[in-house]
DNA sequence: GTCTATATCCCGATAGAC
DNA sequence: GTCTATCGGGATATAGAC
């Protein structure tokens, strides 16, 4: 095998992963927007600019699509977690990963998470990948959730389990797009009351 | 008109809704476990125990159906709010309701909320009935919360619509399943933590 | 009004040429 | 690998007998 073979297969192979990112990308947004069982198969295709049946030889399945757009997701998420300051409060890194979900979201770029009794949860929880990389990044907010209620800042007499899914919901809080509709307020102050409820809750303090 | 077949017609009718009240509360069941997309005209029939055509002679189409439960839901709500005492702190009221609906998800008699872009959303706000239930509704409690925040009990620095809407988005928070998966706390317990959460935050205090 | 049986459509997935 | 064309299953909705 010459080198121009190896270079003509390299571009091929950039090709692909290209196309295969803009596959995803487009799977995450209309999952953001529809949700799983919204979203057609021939409308992924149609936004991504090519035949149905060309999608089916990247993916095997309409789930499968939506494992590659949840790992894209969770590999996002992991990235961002690991630019956090490690020396930085336990809870300043933790508000800052939850702000980034809410951005992701208004941004339609994080899929709306699956129902609990979703046919799509049962093919993401057999899929080791995914699990795995859930594992981490629940480990990690774990400690930091236990380490900010160690410090007094979040919480103590709330399991770190509850703190934990309390995040993670809002990362699909459909609340934001209720305010958005209203036209009431941009984007960021969006966010902040979202931030707010969630840390301050509704109480005056 | 003899007064026999004015009780028969009645008998009739008692009957009719009879029947419809059984088939609003099954499809209620599964808007909650389900959601509308996975909901199955055929499973409802089944589980109400008649022929799908039956179905149809009572309800004109699947929308129709999940509307009819979205009614249901809201005037078991307003029945509830009426009964709440209108001399108490609204934010006692408030919390009332609030525990109404978290309690109402655990028994799978909350209908999972559609989601902004759902089919059903359309239908739903072209419903007059549907809109004028969700108005009363908005309003009363937009009373109570303008009020608690006026009494000092309610953060004030938030605008009265998103304290309304992080009490609305409650209704289907998806971590109560989470936390019921878990297997660790008892019903009560989870819905103590997600008050927890809603009112005061997961911040210490 | 209730049933069985069926029409009709949509969607996920595939066949096969290029 | 990409395309057009199509299959097969399942879901909503209806026809027509009783």
């Known amino acids: 095998m010459n080198p121009a073979s190896i270079v003509r297969v390299t571009f091929k192979q950039q090709m692909l992963q290209a196309r295969e990112e803009a596959i995803v990308k487009t799977v995450n947004r209309l999952l953001a927007e529809k949700g799983f069982e919204a979203m057609t198969v021939d409308e992924v295709a149609a936004q991504v600019g090519i035949a149905k049946a060309s999608l089916y030889k990247h993916f095997a399945s309409k789930e499968a699509l939506a494992v590659a757009a949840m790992l894209r997701v969770i590999r996002l998420m992991q990235d961002f977690i690991q630019a956090l300051p490690a020396e930085a409060p336990a809870l300043e890194n933790l508000r800052a990963v939850v702000r980034w979900t809410l951005e992701a979201q208004l941004a339609a770029d994080m899929p709306s998470l699956p129902n609990p009794n979703s046919s799509l949860r049962a093919t993401l929880v057999a899929n080791q990948d995914y699990m795995a990389g859930v594992r981490v990044l629940r480990d990690r907010l774990s400690t930091w959730i236990a380490a900010a209620q160690a410090a007094g800042a979040l919480n103590p007499t709330l399991p770190a389990?509850?703190?934990?899914?309390?995040?993670?919901?809002?990362?699909?809080d459909p609340g934001l797009a209720f305010l958005r509709m209203d036209g009431l307020y941009q984007d960021e102050?969006?966010?902040?009351?979202?931030?707010?409820?969630?840390?301050?809750?509704?109480?005056a303090r």
Do not use: E, S
């Open 161 to 172: 389990i509850a703190i934990l899914y309390t995040f993670y919901v809002r990362a699909c």
């Open 189 to 203: 102050q969006i966010v902040d009351m979202v931030m707010c409820t969630c840390f301050d809750g509704v109480n």
